[in-house]
């Protein structure tokens, strides 16, 4: 009983930010939520990938410290770290907050740094989906830069959703941007690109998990290549403390 209630004020919740904001865009939408709607506890999360300048660029226009999580699992791409550094410089972001793993949640769950050999799915748990629930508490919500034009399985993303046991709000701002919007707001703000979407990385996450995409296939397809997994685990985790 409490479940079905519990269920039916998120969906209240959703209904009730799509009918006031759902019309909104940009960094007009970010400002609104940030300053109005959630009084400050509204976090950007950034894998600071191919396409995150765009939202980085908007949140920065809503207002500099708007605080943004990077999660930088200890095996990602030099290249994402410095492009990372490049961004927060160029756009005068303040609120950046990179987190990661503990040392103890590395010598408990991968002491030989091998686990992504073993299973993929307790690899992301443990040096991404753990690392951004604790970076997490305290936030009523959480942006994200997933669009319905990346993958099948993110073809009907909405604007707003209720984060699965947690009582969060996932805000999608760009979910129906496409990539030709995408593409012309690079050049319209001049923001730089990640430096191996050139090379082929369309979506960029660790370097042990992550190929080039084959020309017309989804942007997503050179993540965990050859594996049946899509998502890396922080749009399906549960406060269970499993990915569903």
Same mark, same amino acid.
């Given at each position: 009983?409490?479940?079905?209630? +519990?269920?039916? %004020?998120?969906?209240?919740? %959703? ?5 006031? &904001?759902?019309?909104?865009?940009? +960094? ?21 990938? !191919? ?31 410095? &492009? ?16 990661? *793993? !503990?040392? #103890? ?5 991968? /002491?030989?740094?091998?686990?992504? !050999?073993?299973?993929?799915?307790? $690899? $992301?748990?443990?040096?991404? !989906? ?24 993110? #073809? ?12 969060? @709000?996932? @805000?999608? /701002? ?7 919007? @995408? ?8 923001? *730089? ?12 996450? $660790?370097?042990? $998990?992550?190929?080039?995409?084959? *020309? ?17 685990? @922080? ?10």
């Amino acid at each position: 009983m409490l479940d079905g209630l +519990a269920r039916a %004020v998120k969906f209240d919740r %959703v209904a009730d930010l799509t009918e006031r &904001y759902g019309r909104l865009d940009g +960094a007009v939408l970010l400002n609104a939520l940030l300053h109005d709607e959630f009084n400050g506890r509204v976090a950007v999360v950034s894998s600071f990938g !191919t396409e995150s300048a765009v939202l980085l660029a908007l949140a920065a226009e809503a207002d500099p410290s708007f605080p943004v999580l990077f999660v930088d699992t200890g095996k990602l791409f030099g290249e994402t770290l410095r &492009y990372r550094d490049k961004l927060v410089s160029a756009l005068g972001l303040t609120g950046v907050r990179t987190i990661g *793993p !503990t040392d #103890a949640d590395l010598a408990a769950g991968d /002491p030989d740094s091998l686990l992504f !050999t073993r299973s993929h799915d307790a $690899c $992301c748990h443990l040096r991404k !989906t753990v690392p951004l629930d604790r970076a997490l508490e305290g936030f009523d919500a959480w942006v994200t830069g997933r669009k319905r034009f990346q993958a099948s399985t993110r #073809a009907a993303l909405p604007l707003f959703e209720a984060e699965e046991g947690t009582g969060r @709000i996932k @805000i999608n /701002p760009l979910a129906h941007w496409d990539r030709e919007r @995408i593409d012309q707001e690079f050049a319209r703000r001049n923001l *730089p690109r990640h430096p191996l979407e050139a090379d082929g990385f369309l979506s960029i996450g $660790c370097f042990t $998990c992550t190929e080039r995409v084959a *020309p017309g296939a989804d942007p997503r397809s050179g993540r965990w290549a050859g594996t049946a997994k899509t998502e890396c685990g @922080i749009h399906t985790f549960k406060k269970t403390g499993t990915a569903q």
